[in-house]
């Protein structure tokens, strides 16, 4: 873990030390019920005028071929310290994903209805 123990912990097991692009990339596939997946506390994702909490996303989003990848390849990217409260590691998983072949258009339709229907909380609401 980049000789680095206290820093660089990696609870689910899906990390190996480097560049956390070079290793997430690849995971397998992670089931919203699978124990290691989904453990982000109160963690949301910010673009400014819309957030969403990532644990509800995470459970919520399917149990499919791409959204296992997706998952899985988000939680890689936090147990290797990345920022997951960024945009950047969920559209470069996604990406990864896709062209892989897993993660579809039904997939992003499923994605956005969840976020705006169950997940998000909009800066504009109530005015």
Not at 61 to 86: F, L, M, Y
Request: charged share 25%; hydrophobic share 30%.
């Amino acid at each position: 873990m980049a000789n680095n123990p206290v820093n660089a912990t990696d609870p689910s097991g899906l990390a190996a030390g480097g560049n956390w692009k070079n290793k997430c990339g690849n995971v397998p596939g992670l089931p919203p019920t699978d124990p290691r997946a989904c453990n982000y506390g109160n963690t949301r994702v910010n673009l400014g005028y819309v957030e969403w909490d990532l644990d509800c996303v995470c459970k919520n989003a399917g149990n499919d071929p791409g959204a296992n990848c997706v998952r899985a390849c988000i939680q890689c990217a936090k147990d290797s310290g990345e920022d997951v409260t960024k945009i950047g590691p969920h559209r470069w998983c996604k990406e990864q994903c896709r062209a892989k072949g897993l993660w579809t258009y039904e997939n992003d339709k499923t994605l956005s209805d969840l976020i705006n229907q169950k997940c998000a909380r909009c800066w504009f609401q109530g005015r």
